[in-house]
Each structure stands twice: as structure tokens, then as C-alpha cells.
Nanobody, 115 residues
Framework: VQLVESGGGLVQPGGSLRLSCAAS????????MSWYRQAPGKERELVAA????????NYADSVKGRFTISRDNAKNTVYLQMASLKPEDTAVYYC?????????WGQGTQVTVSS
């Protein structure tokens, strides 16, 4: 099982980034996919989640209206489009897949929002 995130980096406040997470080794289309993040000194928090069929996305209040989660089951990939980024969005972002009590995690990708 592998979840490999990419797309992180340094961006100025107000900028945009798109994170991608490529999955392999499990039946991606059957899993709820989510993005979590963890900032230094803080607990890991759920950012966004999407059902196996791609419907009913939900978001943390802190990112509603700025972030969009989507998935392509044909490519076994989930995305997080981030816009209007703020310094407080700085964190390591993790991709996860969940099904029937089993959760897989990626290694994370760093997002830094700074001028």
C-alpha cells in the first residue's frame, strides 16, 4: 500500500497550490479519501474528506470556500486545490484512505505560506 503526496512547497499569502496524492496497493475507489494537516506544535486536524464515489465533500471550517477536494478514481488520485492561502495554512499535509475501520496514511508534503 502506498499513498504518495506531491505538490507542496513555498507560496506567498493569497497564492494557490494543488496537492495530489497517488494511491496504489488497495482498491482506491472503495475508500473514503481525506486530507489532514499538522502544524508545528499542534495536533493533526482533518482538512477535507470525500466519499468513495466523489460526492459529499466536507471541509474544516477554517478552509471552507478556499479549498476543494476532488478525486479521479480512474487515476487512483485525490487532489486538494488550495486557494487564498494564509500563513496559518502552513503545515505538513497528509493524504489518507479509510475503509471499514482501516486507514492508510501518506508520508506528507510540506506547505509553507510566507512572504
Amino acid at each position: 500500500v502506498q499513498l504518495v503526496e506531491s505538490g507542496g512547497g513555498l507560496v506567498q499569502p493569497g497564492g494557490s497550490l494543488r496537492l495530489s496524492c497517488a494511491a496504489s496497493g488497495f482498491t482506491f475507489s472503495g475508500y473514503v479519501m481525506s486530507w489532514y494537516r499538522q502544524a508545528p506544535g499542534k495536533e493533526r486536524e482533518l482538512v477535507a474528506a470525500i466519499t468513495s464515489a466523489g460526492g459529499r465533500p466536507n471541509y474544516a471550517d477554517s478552509v471552507k470556500g478556499r479549498f476543494t477536494i476532488s478525486r479521479d478514481n480512474a487515476k487512483n488520485t485525490v487532489y486538494l486545490q488550495m486557494a487564498s492561502l494564509k500563513p496559518e495554512d502552513t503545515a505538513v499535509y497528509y493524504c489518507t484512505g479509510w475503509y471499514n475501520g482501516l486507514r492508510y496514511w501518506g508520508q506528507g508534503t510540506q506547505v509553507t505560506v510566507s512572504s
